[in-house]
């Protein structure tokens, strides 16, 4: 009998040491968070890697402001509204620094070209996304883009084509990411498609590159780098790629 007492007194004092060690863990688990609550508060914004909003625009579009609780602010929430808000950034990452400081990474899109429709200017970025609707003035600073007509173009939205255009428009974008690819962007100059076969760029102030429409847009990039650096400083003309080969034809040939 005496033995069974002790084995039960035991088992007894078992589940009152587990019990005692769940409720501890639970007291200390609430003592963190509170502790969190009252002395982890946001006292400094951090914005780094924007140039076309301000940072208290940036804070604006998160909502975020000083003395939120920095382990409540929901960086996925903050990172959504930032992106939709503002049509100009293309990524973004949030952090925390203790004790007290709210990080945000920015990257911006790069601007690529200038299209006119719906009574508009449009410009858009190196992924087709539509960065703002302006005007001709402001538009004059992008290379312009034609030979695709805009559908119902949105702020924000990727650009939507006229039907029969997709093909062009998915051409141009693979353009644009080889270009960005390799560095040659600001090299850009101005964007044709109006021809069924190939695309037609303006490049460097003195050159104008005919481009198949279909075909590999990073090895067409490489080949033009290639071409322009086997040629005097002094050349102008066309680079056809279009052929088998790159052919240089000087402008002043074609004017005889």
């Known amino acids: ?50 140039s076309a909003y ?29 992106i939709s808000r503002l049509p100009y950034v293309d990524e973004i990452s949030v952090s925390r620094r203790l004790p007290n400081t709210l990080v945000i990474n920015v990257v911006e899109c790069v601007p690529a070209a200038a299209i006119q429709g719906s009574d508009a200017w449009w410009i858009i970025d190196t992924k087709g996304k539509i960065l703002e609707r302006t005007d001709e003035t402001r538009a004059a600073e992008f290379p312009p883009l034609t030979g695709l ?25 693979k353009l644009f990411a080889a270009l960005a690819a390799r560095g040659m962007t600001d090299q850009a100059e101005s964007f044709d498609l109006t021809a069924i076969n190939f695309i037609k760029m303006g490049y460097g102030g003195r050159f104008t590159v005919k481009i198949p429409m279909n075909t590999d847009f990073n090895q067409a990039a490489k ?34």
Request: glycine share 8%; net charge negative; proline share 3%.
């Open 54 to 82: 301000t940072a208290e625009q940036i804070i604006g579009a998160a909502e975020v402001e000083q003395g939120d609780n920095l382990f409540a602010v929901n960086k996925f929430k903050v990172m959504r509204q930032i």
């Open 149 to 173: 007509t805009p559908d119902s173009p949105v702020v924000g939205s990727q650009l939507e084509v006229a039907e029969g255009e997709e093909n062009k428009l998915a051409s141009l974008e």
């Open 1 to 50: 009998m005496a033995a069974r007492r002790n084995k039960r007194k035991r088992r007894n004092r078992g589940r009152f040491g587990f019990l005692y060690k769940v409720l501890s863990a639970a007291v200390i688990v609430a003592a963190i968070v509170a502790g969190c609550a009252v002395f982890f508060r946001v006292e400094n914004i951090e914005v780094n890697g924007q």
């Open 223 to 256: 080949i033009l780098e290639a071409a322009i650096a086997a040629l005097e400083e002094t050349d102008r003309g066309v680079i056809d790629l279009t052929l088998d080969e790159p052919h240089f034809i000087p402008y002043a040939s074609m004017l005889g």
